[in-house]
C-alpha cells in the first residue's frame, strides 16, 4: 500500500490529506498531521475524498456527437475537430464569438493555461469561471477596501481572536475546519456572534444570534458601525494613520440607528447594540462570512460594509483579527489568483495595463478588447452572437442561475466543448465531451481560501484514456499556434512564477505538506501569513460609504415567501463526486425544502410530504423538511441535486459591479403537489 | 467462501400485496436445502444496487420461499421491478427467529402496517403445526382496506381456529370491519396469559405490551421482533446495535424486557 | 529470545520484503505512515496517526466481483496477500485482538481473516509514549499483552526480540545471522525501558477507567452533540472501530465493495422508511462511547478502547473527550 501527498478537493479549507492506494487503485484517505491548518483533522468529505475516482460512471473516452448520440472517438480526431471548429467560428464571426468558462475546481496550472489559451489561441479575453458565482464581490470589494481580495489572515490565526462576527457561513457545514478554529477560539472565551437569517450549528452556539431578513445585510451592518462610533468604540489612531474615506461613512451610518435598522432587518434594537459592543470592545475581533454575504445583488456593498467594520475597529494586519472570506471551491482563490477572469491577468494584473507584459512574455499579440463575464457569455450565447463555448469542469446547467435561461444559451451555441471527469446535464448538450483525469491522477496545484499554495499528487493512473486538464490545454494552445511544450506542471508553474508577483518565489520544490502562503514573491520568501501587517499594498485602505438597498425580488401576494439557496455538509457543488460517495449520498440522500413549521402549518404542508416549489422562473418538486431552522416566511433549498435543481427558480439579477448573480433572494411560493 | 457471498435465487412468482408492496416467491438455484424458522430473515441483493434486509414471510411447513417487499428505497425498488425469471442473491436466514420452543402454547401475534409480513410466516406455521398451540389469536392493523396484506388468507386461519381481528386506521364505504387502534382488537379477544409476537412501529409495539402485561402476560412472555437498518447480517458491520446487541443476531426477536427501554 | 543489533534491522527487513510485502512506518512528505516498505528511513518514533488495522479492514475493499452471464452471475473473490507489518504497536495490537473476537465471531469473517492469517506482525514495544497515550490506564500496555509473532523492544544498540507464535520462530531460525544471543541484563533493561515509558505515561496524562466510566454516565449528552461537527474523524482513526457498509459499484458486472462507515452519522442508523433510532448526535456519541466501554467488554471480555489517543488528536469539536466536558 502506497500513500500519496495531496489537498482534499472539497472546499477551500485545503485541508491535508493522504491517498492511500493498493494495486492501482484508491483505497482510502487520511489527514495530514504536518498540515499547518487542519493539523491532521479533516471533515466528512475529507475522508471520503478518495472514493469517486474509481466509479465507474467516469468519462474514459473522448466523445464527439453525431446526431443525438455521443460516440468515442479517439483523442485526436477530438482535439483537431474542437481545434477547427473554434477556428472556423473565429474566422467568421471574430475571436469575441468565442469564450471559456473555466472551474475553480481546477488546478492553478489549468487555470493559467485556459485563460492563456483564450487570451493567446482563441485572441478574446472572455474567459470566466465560477468564482462569479460564489466570491466576485470579494474580489471587487476587498481590492477596493484593502488592495487585495483574499482572506487577510491565516484560517488559524481565527483561534487567537477574542471576538467573531459570522455572517451568511453555515461555517460547520460549509468549511467545518474553520468552524473548528472558531469553536476553539470560542473555547477559550472568545464572544461569537452568528448573523444567519437560518439557524445554523454556529447560530446555536452563539452568545448573540441575530437573524436579519434575507438582504438586508448592509442595513444591520451599519447599525453596528453607528453604535460602535456613538459609543466611541472605533480605533481612531488605526483610522487616521492608515485609512482614508471615514468621514463620508461616519455621515451616513449617522441616521443608521439599530432601531432603524430594526425596521429594515427585523434584528431587535438591543441585539444590534449588544453585537457592536461585543465587537467593537474586543482586543481582537475577526470577521468570518461566506456566501451568504456575496451571493446578493448588493455583494460588493455588502463586503465593503464589514470591511468599514473591520478598518473602523482597527481589526486588521494582527493575529486574530481580520476579515475570512470563505471560498467555497477548493480552487476559488487560485482560479482568480491565475487571471481566470475576464479584465484580469494572472496576478491580478489588469489586461489594460500588464498587456504588453504577456504579449512579450507569450511572444504574440493578445486582445485588447474587454472580457465578458460568464452570465455575459451565455446571455450573448442565446442571441446567437457568441457561437462556440469550452467549458472545463463546470456544470452551468446545474450551478448557474436559472437555469432554463442556461440551456436555451447552451443549445443555441454552435460548438460546445466540455471537459469533465463525469457526464453531466453539460456535457450531456456538448459536441464534443473530453475526460478528464481526477485530482487522484494528476499533478498541479490549488490555492486554499487562506492563500495557501499546495499540491496535488498523481496517485493512481487515470481511467481509460482520461488525461490530465493540463495536457489537454496545452494540446489544444499546440494547435492553436502558441509553443507550449510543457513536460510537467512543475514547468508551467514555473512559467506562472514569472508572471505572477504574488507568487514569484513558488517552486514544486518547495511546496513540501505545509504548501506556501502568497504574497510569496522570491525563492527565499517564506511567504506571508498576515496580510497588510505593515501597510497597505495601495497605502491607506479605504473605507467607501454603503447603504441599503431592497433585494430585487420581494416577497409579494403572488410569491409570498423568500426562497434562499445554498449546501449541506455532505455534498458539494453539483453533487457529482459527493452523490457518488456512498456515506455522502446516504447522509442526505434526497433533496428537500426547509420551511418553518408555522408557515407550514398555514399552508397544510407535513413534514416529509412532496411538495412544489415555484418561482417566476420556473419550478422543482422535492420533499419538505419544516424545521424551525428556518425563519418564517423563508423557504432554503440546497443546489446539489439534479433531480430538484434549485437553479431553475434563481434569478439572473446581477450585482452591477461584480456581476454576481442574487442566489440568495427570489421570491417563491410552495404547495402540496 | 466468504460469508458475504449470496446464493442465487430465481423469481418465480410476483404478487401485489398493496399498492406498493409486492409478495415474491424465489426458488433457490442450487436447489440445497434452505431451512428457516419464522421471523428469521435473509439479505436479498440486487447486483448493482446492492443489498438489504428483508424478513422471511413464507411459514418453513411450505414449499416456497416467500419475501414480502415494500417499496422503500433504492435496492427494495430494484426488487420489485425485477419480472418473474430474473435472478436476485440471496444470504441467510439471519437471525434468532421467534422462539418456539420457549414459547407458551397460548399464543397472541399482534401486527401493525409493513411489520406483520413476519408474522405471516408465524401465523401459517401454527396453522400447518396447529396441534403444538392452544389458543391463538391474530391481530393486526394497517392504514387503509388497500394497506392490509395477505386478505385471502385470514379466512384459512380461521377454518384453523385462530382468533383473527383486522382493523384499519381510515375506513371508508368499502371497508365492514374494525376502524381503530390494534390495542382495541386484544380486548375483543378472549385471552388467556401466553406468550405474545408482536412487530409494528415503536408506538403500536409498547402500546400492545403495555396492554398484554395488563392483561397478566409476563415482559418476557413478550416477543417483539425490531427493525433495524442492517448491512452485513452476521453481527460485524454495527448497523443493527441495539446497546449491547445485534439485531441481525441476538435478534430480530427480542423478549420486551431486554428492548423496552429502546423503544 | 534473541537481540537484534541496530544496524541489522534494515538488512533483515530487506531480506524478508523478498518474500513478502513489508509494511513498516515511513515518512511521507515527513509525515509519518504505515505503508510499501522498499528501503526508505524507517519513522519508528511515533505511532502514525492511522493504525495499521486497515492492512486487516481497509477503507474499501472488494469483497467479491460479480460477473453476469445469461441473466445468472458468478462470482470472484481475490486472496489475500503475503504481508509482513513492522512496528505495530501494543495498542494497535491489542486492538487487532478485539477485532479478532468480533470478527472471529460465528458465522466468522473470512474475508478479514484471510488477511490476518497472511500477515506476520512484528511488534514495536513503546519506550517513548506519545502525549495522548493511555493505554496504561486501561490496564496494558506499553509492552505487548498479546501473542505476536515476533515482538521488539529497543535497548541499547539493538533490539530485543522475543518470538510468540511459529511464524516468529521461523524468522528467528531462518536468519540466524543476523541475531545475537541474549543475556540477563537485556531484560533488566527492557523492563527498566517499559517501567520508565509506563511513568511517562502516568506523569503527562491523568486518564483512568474508572473515571472515564463515571464521566459517560454523567456528560451531558445534548451539549455534546451540539458542538460535534459529524466529521467521523474520531472513528476513522480508532483502531477498534470497525463500522462498515456494503455497496455495489458496476451493472451488470461489477464489484461488492465493503467500505467504512461510521456510527457518527445520522443516516448509519437510519432505516428505509426514515425512522432513525438514534436520532440526535448527542444519541450517536453516547452510543459509541457506551459501545467502547460496556457493550464491546461484555461482548468480547475486552474493552473497546485501547488508550492510543487518536481520536483526541483528530477532534473537530471543542471538548475533552475523556471528562466529556464541553469546553464552555
Ligand atoms: S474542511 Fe474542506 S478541505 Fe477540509 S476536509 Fe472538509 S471539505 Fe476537505
Ligand atoms: S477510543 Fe480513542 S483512544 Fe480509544 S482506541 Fe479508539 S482512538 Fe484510541
Ligand atoms: S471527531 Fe469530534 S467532531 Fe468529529 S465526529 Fe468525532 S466527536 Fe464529532
Ligand atoms: S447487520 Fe451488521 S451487525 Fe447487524
Known amino acids: 500500500m502506497e500513500k500519496v501527498h495531496t489537498t482534499c478537493i472539497y472546499c477551500g479549507c485545503g485541508c491535508g490529506l493522504l491517498l492511500h492506494v493498493e494495486d492501482g487503485r484508491v483505497v482510502g484517505a487520511s489527514p495530514s498531521p504536518l498540515h499547518p491548518m487542519s493539523l491532521g483533522r479533516l471533515c466528512i468529505k475529507g475522508w471520503l475524498a478518495g472514493e469517486f475516482v474509481d466509479h465507474p460512471d467516469r468519462l474514459r473516452y473522448p466523445l464527439i456527437r453525431r446526431g443525438d448520440r455521443l460516440s468515442r472517438v479517439t483523442w485526436e480526431e477530438a482535439l483537431s475537430l474542437t481545434a477547427a471548429s473554434l477556428r472556423a467560428i473565429a474566422q467568421e464571426l471574430g475571436p469575441n464569438s468565442l469564450g471559456v468558462l473555466t472551474s475553480a475546481k481546477g488546478t492553478n496550472e489549468e487555470n493559467y493555461l485556459l485563460m492563456k489559451l483564450a487570451r493567446a489561441g482563441l485572441k478574446t479575453n472572455n474567459v470566466d469561471h465560477v468564482a462569479r458565482l460564489c466570491h466576485a464581490p470579494t474580489v471587487a470589494g476587498l481590492s477596493y477596501a484593502f488592495g487585495s481580495g483574499a482572506m487577510t489572515n491565516p484560517i488559524a490565526s481565527l483561534a487567537q481572536a477574542t471576538a467573531i462576527l459570522v455572517v451568511g457561513s453555515n461555517t460547520t457545514e460549509q468549511h467545518p475546519l474553520v468552524a473548528s478554529y472558531i469553536l476553539e477560539a470560542r473555547g477559550k472565551g472568545a464572544r461569537l456572534v452568528v448573523a444567519d437569517p437560518r439557524k445554523t450549528q454556529l447560530a446555536g452556539l452563539a452568545d448573540l444570534r441575530l437573524a436579519p431578513r434575507p438582504g438586508t445585510d448592509i442595513a444591520w451592518i451599519n447599525a453596528l458601525l453607528n453604535v460602535i462610533i456613538q459609543e466611541n468604540l472605533i480605533d481612531q489612531e488605526f483610522i487616521d494613520a492608515r485609512t482614508e474615506g471615514f468621514d463620508a461613512v461616519r455621515q451616513t451610518v449617522l441616521g443608521s440607528t439599530p432601531e432603524a435598522a430594526e425596521r429594515i432587518s427585523g434584528i431587535p434594537a438591543h441585539d444590534l447594540a449588544e453585537a457592536a459592543r461585543i465587537f467593537g470592545s474586543a482586543e481582537r475581533a475577526a470577521v468570518v462570512y461566506a456566501a451568504g454575504i456575496t451571493q446578493h445583488t448588493t455583494g460588493t456593498d455588502n463586503v465593503q460594509a464589514l470591511a468599514n467594520l473591520v478598518l473602523a475597529t482597527g481589526n486588521i494586519g494582527r493575529e486574530g483579527t481580520g476579515l475570512y472570506p470563505l471560498r467555497e471551491h477548493q480552487n476559488v482563490q487560485g482560479a482568480c489568483d491565475m487571471g481566470a477572469l475576464p479584465d484580469l491577468y494572472c496576478g491580478y494584473q489588469k489586461v489594460a495595463q500588464a498587456r504588453q507584459k504577456f504579449e512579450q512574455a507569450w511572444q504574440t499579440k493578445l486582445p485588447d478588447e474587454p472580457g465578458l463575464t460568464a452570465l455575459e457569455m451565455l446571455a450573448l450565447a442565446e442571441d446567437g452572437r457568441l457561437k462556440g463555448l469550452f467549458i472545463v469542469g463546470e456544470n452551468p446547467m446545474m450551478s448557474y442561475p436559472d437555469s432554463s435561461q442556461i440551456k436555451k444559451a447552451l443549445e443555441a451555441l454552435e460548438f460546445l466543448v466540455v471537459c469533465d471527469i463525469f457526464p453531466t446535464e453539460t456535457s450531456e448538450l456538448a459536441d464534443v465531451v473530453l475526460p478528464a483525469a481526477s485530482f487522484a491522477e494528476k499533478e498541479g496545484t490549488f490555492t486554499s481560501t487562506e492563500r495557501r499554495i499546495q499540491r496535488i499528487r498523481r496517485a493512481v493512473k487515470a481511467p481509460g484514456e482520461a488525461r490530465a486538464e493540463w495536457e489537454i490545454i496545452s494540446d489544444l494552445l499546440h494547435r492553436m499556434g502558441v509553443p507550449a511544450d510543457y513536460a510537467s506542471a512543475a514547468e508551467i508553474m514555473e512559467e506562472i512564477a514569472s508572471l505572477t508577483p504574488q507568487y514569484g518565489g513558488v517552486h514544486y520544490d518547495r511546496l513540501g505538506a505545509c504548501g506556501l502562503q502568497w504574497p510569496c514573491p522570491s525563492r527565499d520568501h517564506p511567504g506571508t501569513g498576515i496580510l497588510h501587517a505593515e501597510k497597505f499594498s495601495i497605502g491607506r485602505a479605504r473605507f467607501r460609504a454603503v447603504e441599503h438597498r431592497e433585494p430585487v425580488e420581494a416577497a409579494d401576494d403572488e410569491y409570498p415567501l423568500i426562497l434562499t439557496t445554498g449546501r449541506s455538509l455532505y455534498h458539494s457543488h453539483t453533487g457529482t463526486m459527493t452523490r457518488r460517495t456512498s456515506l455522502l449520498d446516504r447522509e442526505v440522500p434526497l433533496p428537500a425544502v426547509e420551511i418553518n413549521p408555522e408557515d407550514a402549518r398555514l399552508l397544510g404542508i407535513r413534514n416529509g410530504q412532496p411538495v412544489m416549489v415555484e418561482t417566476r422562473r420556473g419550478s422543482i418538486s422535492l420533499e419538505a423538511r419544516v424545521t424551525e431552522d428556518t425563519p418564517k416566511g423563508s423557504i432554503f433549498v440546497p443546489f446539489h441535486f439534479s433531480e430538484a435543481p434549485a437553479n431553475v427558480l434563481t434569478s439572473q439579477a446581477l450585482d452591477p459591479v461584480s456581476k454576481i448573480p442574487e442566489f440568495k433572494v427570489s421570491a417563491a411560493r410552495i404547495r402540496r403537489s | ?263 | 529470545m534473541a537481540f537484534l543489533p541496530q544496524e541489522r534491522l534494515v538488512p533483515l527487513l530487506t531480506l524478508l520484503s523478498d518474500r513478502m510485502e513489508v509494511v513498516a512506518p515511513i515518512l511521507v512528505e515527513g509525515v509519518p505512515v504505515f505503508a510499501s516498505w522498499s528501503g526508505q528511513p524507517l519513522a519508528l518514533k511515533d505511532n502514525p496517526l492511522m493504525p495499521p488495522q486497515e492492512f486487516f479492514l481497509p477503507q474499501r475493499e472488494v469483497l467479491f466481483r460479480y460477473i453476469q452471464d445469461c441473466g445468472s452471475y458468478s462470482f470472484e473473490e481475490a486472496a489475500g496477500k503475503a504481508r509482513l507489518i513492522f512496528g505495530i504497536r501494543p495498542c494497535d495490537l491489542r486492538a487487532l485482538a478485539v477485532l479478532d473476537r468480533i470478527f472471529g465471531s460465528d458465522p466468522m469473517d473470512q474475508s478479514y481473516f484471510d488477511k490476518r492469517r497472511s500477515t506476520v506482525l512484528v511488534a514495536l514495544n513503546c519506550n517513548e509514549p506519545g502525549e495522548n497515550c493511555f493505554c496504561d490506564h486501561l490496564g496494558f500496555g506499553p509492552t505487548c499483552s498479546e501473542a505476536v509473532d515476533l515482538q521488539l523492544t529497543e535497548i541499547d544498540k539493538g533490539y530485543l526480540v522475543e518470538s510468540g507464535s511459529p511464524a516468529g520462530i521461523l524468522i528467528l531460525k531462518e536468519h540466524p545471522e543476523f541475531f545475537l544471543e541474549t543475556s540477563q541484563s537485556h531484560l533488566l533493561e527492557k523492563c527498566e525501558m517499559l517501567g520508565q515509558a509506563r511513568e511517562a505515561m502516568n506523569s503527562c496524562i491523568a486518564r483512568s477507567l474508572p473515571g472515564i466510566k463515571e464521566a459517560i454516565k454523567k456528560a451531558d449528552w445534548n451539549a455534546l452533540g451540539r458542538t460535534c461537527l459529524n466529521c467521523g474523524s474520531c472513528t476513522f482513526v480508532c483502531p477498534v472501530c470497525h463500522c462498515f457498509t456494503i455497496q455495489d459499484l458496476g451493472v451488470p458486472d461489477g464489484e461488492r465493495m465493503r467500505c467504512r462507515d461510521t456510527c457518527l452519522l445520522s443516516g448509519f442508523s437510519r432505516m428505509a422508511g426514515g425512522a432513525n433510532p438514534r436520532i440526535s448526535q448527542g444519541d450517536r456519541m453516547q452510543n459509541w462511547y457506551l459501545d467502547k466501554f460496556e457493550y464491546i467488554p461484555q461482548r468480547t471480555g475486552l474493552l473497546g478502547c485501547v488508550g492510543c489517543g487518536r481520536c483526541s488528536r483528530v477532534c473537530l469539536a471543542e471538548m475533552d473527550r475523556w471528562s466529556l466536558e464541553v469546553k464552555r
Open chain 2, 1 to 263: 467462501m466468504s460469508e458475504y457471498i449470496p446464493r442465487l435465487a430465481e423469481i418465480v412468482d410476483i404478487d401485489i400485496e398493496s399498492p406498493n408492496t409486492y409478495l415474491i416467491s424465489l426458488k433457490l438455484l442450487d436447489n440445497e436445502n434452505f431451512s428457516y424458522k419464522p421471523g428469521q430473515f435473509v439479505m436479498v441483493s440486487v447486483f448493482g444496487l446492492g443489498e438489504c434486509p428483508i424478513s422471511i414471510t413464507s411459514s418453513p411447513t411450505r414449499k416456497t420461499l416467500q419475501l414480502c417487499i415494500r417499496r422503500a428505497g433504492k435496492i427494495t425498488n430494484g426488487i420489485v421491478d425485477c419480472r418473474v425469471g430474473d435472478v436476485l442473491g440471496i444470504r441467510g436466514p439471519y437471525g434468532n427467529g421467534f422462539p418456539l420452543e420457549r414459547m407458551k402454547k397460548n399464543i397472541i401475534i399482534a401486527g401493525g402496517g409493513s411489520g406483520f409480513a413476519t408474522l405471516r410466516s408465524l401465523v401459517n406455521y401454527i396453522v400447518d403445526r396447529r396441534g403444538a398451540f392452544g389458543d391463538v389469536a391474530v391481530a393486526y392493523g394497517a392504514r387503509t382496506r388497500q394497506d392490509l396484506y395477505f386478505m385471502q388468507e385470514y379466512k384459512s386461519w380461521q377454518q384453523a381456529g385462530i382468533d383473527v381481528g383486522i382493523t384499519v386506521d381510515i375506513g371508508d364505504e368499502s371497508w365492514k370491519g374494525d376502524v381503530g387502534l390494534v390495542t382495541a382488537l386484544i380486548d375483543k379477544f378472549r385471552l388467556s396469559a401466553g406468550s405474545a409476537a408482536i412487530c409494528g412501529p415503536p408506538v403500536m409495539i409498547n402500546a400492545v405490551a403495555k396492554k398484554l402485561m395488563d392483561k397478566g402476560f409476563d415482559h418476557s412472555d413478550i416477543y417483539v421482533s425490531m427493525e433495524r437498518h442492517m448491512k452485513c447480517g452476521v453481527g460485524k458491520c454495527e448497523h443493527c446495535m441495539i446497546g449491547p446487541y445485534h439485531a441481525c443476531q441476538d435478534g430480530p426477536v427480542f423478549s420486551y424486557d431486554k428492548v423496552k427501554s429502546v423503544l
